[in-house]
């Protein structure tokens, strides 16, 4: 009879380093792959958006929503579909909601509830977009309407850990990826509810000028979010300038 051989031990531990090897060289690049695919969607929800708000603009005199948050609603007939509020890098609440708003994060979405129903959502707003003048929203600040010779770089809706916030040009970079605004103190600090890593250091975002494009952490505090903005690199925070803070190695927004 003949003799059977099979793999010996020493065979099958080569085998399985050789696997081993080939999926930690794969696995990253399958990761960044699945991100990006990610980010495409979140590109073509916000795309979809664009197109919303152009037509609810164009049945309303071109005025935005009153209250801030009001957008899911006001908007509801143009979109429809409530898929479109969720960012596939950010669909799941950090814990349920019961009886008051659950901030997102980089990872995940924002909840709140209206009535018995319960609001999943990983976009907000730029809260100078309305015509709420309360806190620092003033009269000066506001864009009432889309209509801006800077509407190129005027946010409107983008990635956000919240229906929406009104950053100011002296905010705080968070001190970590996932340092969100949590309105203590009020009216500082806001930028954080933009400013987190969901898309390799970027967010996507939605201009006034109907563009969608990916932001840079930094460049967020050279964009004009209210009508009075001072942008000038002398403005620029400093604690980004601290080696250690997660930003530091981050562009310089005024060198791209």
Request: aromatic letters at 12%.
């Amino acid at each position: 009879m003949s003799e059977r051989k099979g793999f010996t031990l020493i065979e099958l531990l080569v085998v399985i380093a050789i696997i081993a090897l080939l999926m930690s060289i794969l696995m990253p690049a399958l990761n960044r792959a699945k991100d990006q695919a990610k980010n495409a969607v979140c590109m073509s929800n916000l795309h979809q958006f664009a197109i919303a708000w152009k037509i609810y603009l164009d049945d309303n005199r071109n005025i935005f929503p009153k209250e801030n948050g009001d957008w899911v609603w006001a908007l509801f007939d143009y979109y429809r579909n409530p898929a479109l509020l969720i960012c596939p890098s950010a669909t799941k609440l950090k814990v349920p909601v019961i009886d008051e708003e659950v901030r997102g994060g980089p990872r995940n979405a924002w909840g709140d509830k209206k009535g018995d129903e319960v609001l999943i959502a990983s976009y907000g707003t730029n809260e100078f977009c309305s015509r709420d003048q309360s806190d620092i929203r003033t009269w000066d600040r506001l864009y009432v309407n889309a209509t801006t010779s800077q509407a190129y770089r005027t946010p409107l809706m983008s990635d956000c850990s919240r229906d929406g916030d009104a950053p100011m040009e002296y905010d705080i970079p968070p001190e970590y990826d996932g340092q969100i605004y949590m309105s203590v103190p009020s009216d500082k600090n806001e930028m954080r509810s933009f400013c987190f890593n969901r898309h390799n250091f970027h967010i996507n975002m939605i201009f006034l000028d109907w563009s969608v494009r990916s932001v840079g952490l930094k460049e967020l505090w050279i964009l004009k979010w209210h009508r009075e903005w001072s942008m000038s690199p002398e403005t620029m925070p400093t604690e980004w300038d601290d080696p250690a803070h997660w930003m530091s190695n981050l562009p310089d927004p005024y060198a791209l």
